[in-house]
């Protein structure tokens, strides 16, 4: 951990530690989170470094509801937006983030942080240090480091976009197969030769064709007495994102519905209804899932 130098405490004043020292929290994608679980444990170890500037327990306030969402843009980030009126109210002393790439990767959002920071006298502290956006110097720094983390982003997106390019032009690419698929020796695809996965696929069409609902399919699932087939048939619904068909987006996020998969993947008995999400709704594959149905053409052949 990186000691604070004097000068940096000397910009810490009783009024800020008067207000909330708010501690955002973000990973750009649900794999990161569930992966990446020692980059998430830095973050929740800021709350550590705003005790030791003086902040009390009580008013250190972490926000992570935007785990797994990316941080181009703050129009689907709540916490962010949360953390940028709370700053604008005036209630906020400190705001922490590991690092600026955790905030914003867009300079439009930094930037406008950065002001309402200025406006009401708010510091900003990340894993380098401690800054006042009302100073020239410190605010110089920020810019910067809010440019750099954008410009990451293009860069980061451009190299893959290049290297699947490159690869296309070979004629080398292959791409992620859905569930029930695979690749032979010489790369054509055939039928996965795991007949405990096809038996599974077949069920799963079956299921959906006879209930007509992907909501009655999940539950269909719960239900099955057998631990393997269950697991079997429950990897295959996520592995083929059969779970977004669940998502109404505007009434549950993506993370709820997998970690209820996750649940009922893991657990011994049947599972009621009301436990498999908080809010879910009836509704056929969606129109991009062709791949997938690409597969029960296969089976039916």
């Known amino acids: 951990m990186i000691s604070m130098q004097p000068t940096a405490l000397?910009?810490?004043?009783?009024?800020?530690?008067?207000?909330?020292?708010?501690?955002?929290?973000?990973?750009?994608t649900l794999h990161q989170v569930l992966e990446n679980t020692e980059s998430t444990a830095r973050q929740y170890g800021l709350r550590e470094r705003a005790i030791a500037l003086?902040?009390?327990?009580?008013?250190?306030?972490?926000?992570?509801?935007?785990?797994?969402?990316?941080?181009?843009?703050?129009?689907?980030?709540?916490?962010?937006?949360?953390?940028?009126?709370?700053?604008?109210?005036?209630?906020?002393?400190?705001?922490?983030?590991?690092?600026v790439s955790r905030l914003a990767r867009s300079s439009l959002d930094w930037h406008h942080l950065l002001e309402i920071c200025t406006m009401t006298g708010t510091l900003i502290l990340d894993e380098d240090g401690l800054y006042d956006p009302a100073t020239f110097n410190d605010r110089l720094l920020l810019g910067l480091k809010g440019t750099m983390s954008e410009a990451e982003l293009h860069v980061l997106q451009a190299r893959l976009k290049g290297g699947i390019l490159h690869k296309a032009s070979r004629a080398a690419l292959k791409v992620p197969l859905p569930v029930g698929l695979a690749y032979a020796e010489d790369q054509t695809v055939i039928l996965n030769p795991d007949a405990q996965i096809q038996q599974a696929v077949r069920l799963l069409f079956a299921t959906f064709t006879r209930t007509g609902s992907a909501c009655a399919t999940v539950r269909y699932a719960s239900r099955i007495r057998d631990c393997s087939s269950r697991a079997v048939f429950t990897s295959v619904l996520m592995q083929a994102r059969f779970i977004g068909c669940?998502?109404?987006?505007?009434?549950?996020?993506k993370r709820c519905a997998i970690l209820a998969m996750r649940e009922l993947s893991a657990s011994d008995g049947p599972i009621p209804p009301s436990m498999l999400m908080a809010r879910c709704t009836s509704k056929p594959f969606p129109r991009s899932s062709g791949r997938f149905w690409f597969v029960r053409s296969m089976l039916d052949t």
Not at 10 to 28: C, D, E, F, N, P
Not at 60 to 69: A, E, T
Not at 246 to 253: A, D, E, G, I, R
């Open 10 to 28: 000397q910009k810490i004043t009783a009024r800020h530690l008067g207000r909330l020292a708010m501690l955002y929290v973000r990973q750009s």
């Open 246 to 253: 669940l998502c109404n987006t505007t009434l549950c996020s």
């Open 54 to 99: 003086g902040w009390e327990a009580s008013r250190i306030v972490v926000i992570d509801q935007d785990l797994g969402q990316s941080g181009a843009s703050a129009v689907d980030r709540a916490g962010f937006q949360r953390l940028v009126a709370e700053v604008g109210l005036g209630h906020v002393g400190l705001v922490m983030g590991l690092e």
